[in-house]
């Protein structure tokens, strides 16, 4: 089964930084993409970042643009997240997750 273990996470001073780690098992890594989500304390969940399953496409929510990296190493089945200038908003429970995707439905706007 899918098994994601995050690590690296702790307490950072306001411009510090971090480096998120998770290791993933169960599945065939290489072939999929993977994203970081988060959960600010009394918040909803917010997606961060997401990167294809060969580093070609990678993503990023407009509040931490150019202050995060997100990488992988496919042959350690690992997933990165290197956060730089650490603002208190910042603050969260992060989670790494496999994306998955549905058949798709067409949606057509037309007169």
């Known amino acids: 089964q899918v098994q994601l273990v995050e690590s690296g996470g702790g307490l950072a001073q306001p411009g510090g930084s971090l480096r998120l780690s998770c290791a993933a098992s169960?599945?065939?890594?290489?072939?999929?993409?993977m994203s970081w989500a988060r959960q600010a304390p009394g918040k909803g969940l917010e997606w961060v970042s997401g990167?294809?399953?060969?580093?070609?496409?990678?993503y990023y929510i407009d509040s931490v643009k150019g202050r995060f990296t997100v990488s992988r190493d496919n042959a350690k089945n690992t997933l990165y997240l290197q956060m730089n200038s650490l603002k208190p908003e910042d603050t969260a429970l992060y989670y790494c997750?496999?994306?998955?995707w549905g058949q798709g439905t067409q949606v057509t706007v037309s007169s």
């Open positions: 997750f496999v994306p998955t």
């Open positions: 169960g599945f065939t890594f290489s072939s999929h993409a």
């Open positions: 990167i294809s399953n060969d580093s070609s496409d990678i």
